[in-house]
């Protein structure tokens, strides 16, 4: 019984049964038997995250601190969103959680000129990157303690909430850590988007890898309608939310074809990289295209405050 438990663990989100999905690089994914929630998770959560996050060196994913690219600050949809923020809001402190290559904290000390901006990151060569652009970075994973139980007007989360093996922990401390009418920023895939669920029925029929998988860095795969449900039952009100499209580089690269192919030099594995890129190139220009009327995209990015922050 307990075995049995262990394999098809109910869902974190709505409680319900969970069945086996599909496999990816040996890990097994569950998806929720509740057609509502649908949210698909590894089982069992990985261990020993500790050593994935202190040196692995591609952490970093979008813009790693090890390719110096640097120059300036990359404005990218999140950040500007945030800088609108600050600006309407008179946000004055700002905690990035999983800072990376630091650029949201100079974006927000720069621009938003906020008066205190922490970073918390795991990441050991992330961490000493940002440390040298003079920011205030703490190494390690999330905790109340590690900023001293100090409060902010908005806590960024761009990308972590996938990577945690207790969302609902981590989503309580970080609320906790909210000044009156405090903002939580979270950025994270989004499964129910057209791409994931096309490139869901293509890895069947081409047998491919499924790209919106990527264990062991991602354990939980959320989308719109499971994690609005996930923080609505923290008590977090929804206050805007934005899409952005997938990056087809990353996508491809989830696919792991180029590494077989290299493996194995065969002409088997050379028509199926050939036919993987080729399809997920088209889907990809096909929803860049359908971009303007889609209602939902990969990447989803969820403005939320406390409700009792609304009665006042
Ligand atoms: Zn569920």
């Given at each position: 019984?307990?075995l ?13 049964k969970s069945?086996?999905l ?11 038997m509740?057609?509502?929630c ?6 069992p ?16 994913i ?6 110096q690219?640097h120059?300036?600050i990359?404005m ?7 800088i ?16 990376r ?24 060569s992330?961490?000493q ?11 390690g ?14 806590i ?6 996938e990577?945690?093996t ?24 989004n499964?129910?988007s057209?791409?994931?669920k096309?490139t869901?029925?293509l ?5 491919l ?8 860095e ?7 309608n ?7 039952s923290?008590s ?5 939310i934005y ?23 065969s002409?088997?594995r050379a ?5 993987g890129?080729?399809?997920y190139t ?9 971009q303007?009327?889609?209602?939902e ?12 922050d609304?009665q006042?």
């Amino acid at each position: 019984m307990e075995l049995a438990n262990s394999l098809f663990p109910n869902c974190m989100i709505c409680g319900s049964k969970s069945k086996f999905l599909v496999l990816k690089d040996g890990f097994k994914h569950n998806i929720c038997m509740n057609d509502k929630c649908l949210f698909i998770f590894v089982v069992p959560v990985p261990s020993n995250l500790d050593k994935v996050y202190s040196s692995y060196p591609n952490v970093c994913i979008d813009d790693l601190p090890i390719r110096q690219f640097h120059a300036g600050i990359k404005m990218n949809k999140n950040i500007s969103f945030s800088i609108n923020l600050i600006n309407s809001f008179k946000i004055e402190s700002v905690l990035d959680i999983g800072s990376r290559n630091g650029n949201f904290l100079l974006a927000m000390k720069k621009i938003g000129r906020v008066k205190s901006a922490i970073g918390i990151e795991p990441n050991t060569s992330a961490w000493q990157y940002c440390k040298g652009l003079g920011l205030d970075v703490r190494h390690g994973f999330f905790s109340k303690e590690i900023v001293s139980n100090q409060k902010f007007d908005l806590i960024n989360m761009a990308d972590v909430i996938e990577h945690v093996t207790n969302p609902r922990l981590f989503i309580r401390q970080a609320t906790q850590l909210l000044n009156q009418n405090g903002l939580i920023l979270i950025r994270t895939p989004n499964l129910s988007s057209y791409w994931s669920k096309i490139t869901y029925k293509l890895s069947i029929v081409l047998r491919l890898p499924w790209s919106s998988l990527t264990p062991p860095e991602h354990i939980y795969n959320f989308s719109k309608n499971n994690l609005t449900n996930f923080l609505e039952s923290e008590s977090l009100e929804i206050q805007s939310i934005y899409f952005e499209p997938p990056n087809l580089l990353y996508e491809l690269g989830q696919l792991h074809l180029i590494k077989q192919y290299r493996k194995e030099r065969s002409l088997g594995r050379a028509f199926k990289f050939l036919v993987g890129f080729s399809a997920y190139t088209l889907v990809f220009v096909f929803l860049k295209l359908l971009q303007p009327i889609l209602q939902e995209n990969f990447s989803q990015t969820i403005l939320v405050k406390r409700v009792s922050d609304s009665q006042y």
